[in-house]
């Protein structure tokens, strides 16, 4: 049942993103007066479908894309046929360098807006909570925010001179401001205003100490997946974990560091269900380095509940995209720099679907957080300049913008057809690593 529910939910993941993607193109290309000759989820080869007027709109065996094929256009297929005849008004090469422009980006831009939707509507229906208070808790010895001068119950007053009231203006001014500029905090600490920098750029995405959390804190789990370590071991949503092999719990992330350490080994964890506390025993899986759970940091102090209007959940949804975009590309370069290690940073179909369904389980608002946060990755990495992806036909059309004639074609296809075979050759790696994982 477990392996039905997954595939389940990579289908529905991927038809979502890839029928929103190729409706991009084949809404754009009709606009644009051009025949679209088939309209396909999948690749091929064809398994069935239906043609209506000039279109085959079928389902393929493949189920990683789908593909829009526009008559007059040089695409995957490396079909040249048309261009021993005379350009026919309905082709793609006949129309303006503009619209077909149009055509190779709607379907980034399509994803793009299918991931501010999700964002924008998950804003919308869910309750922003405030935390009411800038009072730190603890501080981890030897933490990045320790080296940077903050200590336990340091009461936070300012960021860069702007008054600080919530918890949420904590983190995001002081993460927000730090990229790009030293960040200036004043602190109140036994009754004497204390001046703290922070250099720019000192938080990273891999430091999980830095971003400190407020006093009244505990870690609850929120979800557990189903047959996993956890499950099995008796834990349960909205436990409170109190200690993870003896090693008292002030965060999440020393939820996370003692697991991953303990891989394959059986270890203790005590929990609070109902007032009671509770210790079992769990053995984290040791390829995955993890028990199955999601957790976060809970506030049981003063808080206020804010539901954000239609306006608001809309910046507040373009942000977060903005945010997605940029954790992509920091994430690209901790791979470049070897931080991350590439075969465990880059998933395939397998990784896909397993991510589906755990987002799945942990209900809808996560669900479709991943399909935002999936449409818009795949939003960017189609985009790029590389042969065979829209931003290789894009760079194509740019040289025939700027210089006023077409592209060799000859050359065309032989880097459409390098940049095919490469991403072919790239997806296998991809697809034997998701299997040997």
Known sequence: MTILTTIFYFVITILIIVLVHELGHFLAAKLSGMRVDRFSIGFPPRLFGKKIGDTDYCISLLPIGGYVKIAGMIDESMDTDFLQKEPQPWEFRSKPVKNRIFVIVAGVIMNILLSIIIFWGIKYF???????????????????????????????????????????????????????????????????????????????????????????ITVKILGVQKGSPAEISGIKKDDIIKSVNNTPINFNSEVIKIIQENAGKEIPIVLQRDNKEIELKVTPDKDTKMIG?????????????????????????????????????????????????????????????????????????????????????????????FPALDGGHLVFLIYEGIFKKEFPVKARLILQQVGFYLLLIFMIFVIYKDIFR
């Open 126 to 216: 869910q309750t922003e909570t405030l935390w009411k208070t800038t009072t730190i808790g603890v501080v981890t010895k030897g933490s990045t925010a320790e080296k940077v001068g903050f200590k336990s119950f340091d009461k936070i007053l300012s960021v860069n001179n702007k008054e600080i009231q919530t918890w949420n203006q904590v983190e995001s001014q002081i993460f927000i401001s730090q990229i790009t500029d030293n960040v200036n905090v004043k602190v109140e600490r036994n009754n004497e205003i204390v001046e703290i920098i922070i250099p720019k750029n000192t938080i990273k995405e891999t430091d999980n100490q830095f971003i400190f959390y407020p006093k009244d």
């Open 293 to 385: 759970i999601q957790l976060n940091n809970f506030y049981f102090g003063p808080k206020e509940e804010r539901k954000l209007g239609i306006f608001e959940s809309f910046v507040a949804g373009i942000k977060l995209a903005v945010n997605t975009t940029y954790m992509f590309f920091k994430s690209i370069w901790y791979i470049i720099e070897g931080k991350v290690e590439f075969s465990k940073a880059i998933g395939g179909p397998i990784k896909i679907a397993e991510l589906a369904s755990q987002s799945a389980d942990l209900g809808a608002y996560s669900f479709f957080s991943f399909i935002g946060m999936l449409s818009l990755t795949l939003a960017i990495i189609n985009i790029l300049p």
